[in-house]
């Protein structure tokens, strides 16, 4: 297929772990099946800082499903269960984060400004997920990065019945750092390359973690006169291309 005829664009979404302790409390970032502690929470929609409810909260709100939450003792705190404000920010993730926006040769921020991002679908206790914008522009061959920043990742998923989601919260406040580009990749071939190069350059700090969903890249494709979609979640570079 010819895919500059079909004016074919796509960027890449990188979100990688850092093997580092957590994002706002000094817990180890390790996955643990035990549970020392359960409860239960019920999530509601609220308002941004410019007084608008999401439509996309709204429709979760209209689900009315409830969550349980499972803790261990060895990988999770007050914070994660939203019984304890955030610590101050991990001075190594945000190390890790300066590193690689020196090696993409991208702009850091004056000052890092934690976001939220309304979710509530029970990935965050909070209700919200933090965000950091860390550097700006930058460049990986002639792919444009355009932004790189750190976020704290989100509860795993353990099952669903009925209306009540069961997540633990061992993956909860692991750092992310999140690399964006450009929709500069012009081929299927392409992008498996970019999200290859991206990796590499990554694990070439040594401070990430490796293995199965460690890594989340999302795809956002489109052709000429076609709308954008975005294909999320994915694992391996194998699948990129596809």
Do not use: W
């Not at 890449?12 to 929470?41: G, Y």
């Not at 930058?138 to 669903?160: C, F, H, P, W, Y």
């Amino acid at each position: 297929m010819q895919y500059n005829v079909i004016g074919f664009k796509a960027g890449l979404e990188i979100h990688q772990q850092l093997d580092t302790h957590k994002l706002f409390c000094n817990c180890p970032s390790t996955i643990s099946e035990e549970a020392d502690v359960t409860f239960k929470r019920l999530l509601r929609p609220t308002q941004s800082e410019l007084g608008d409810v999401d439509r996309a909260v709204l429709e979760e709100a209209a689900r009315h499903r409830r969550f349980l939450y499972r803790a261990s003792d060895a990988s999770t705190c007050l914070v994660e269960a939203d019984e304890e404000p955030p610590h101050a920010t991990n001075p190594e993730a945000i190390d890790v984060c300066l590193t690689v926006a020196l090696l993409l040769d991208a702009r850091p921020v004056d000052e890092l400004q934690f976001m939220r991002k309304i979710v509530i679908d029970g990935s965050n206790t909070t209700g919200f997920q933090r965000t950091a914008l860390v550097a700006l522009g930058g460049i990986l061959q002639n792919v444009r990065i355009s932004t790189i920043a750190l976020e704290e990742d989100a509860a795993r998923k353990i099952t669903e019945k009925d209306n009540m989601v069961y997540y633990g919260l061992d993956r909860l406040g692991i750092p992310l750092i999140e690399i964006t580009t450009e929709a500069d990749i012009t081929s299927p071939d392409h992008a498996k390359e970019m999200a290859g190069q991206l990796g590499r350059l990554l694990q070439a700090t040594k401070k990430v973690k490796r293995g199965l969903g460690t890594i989340r890249q999302d795809l956002n494709i489109s052709i000429a006169q076609g709308p954008r979609v975005e294909v999320k979640g994915i694992q391996s570079l194998s699948s990129i291309s596809k």
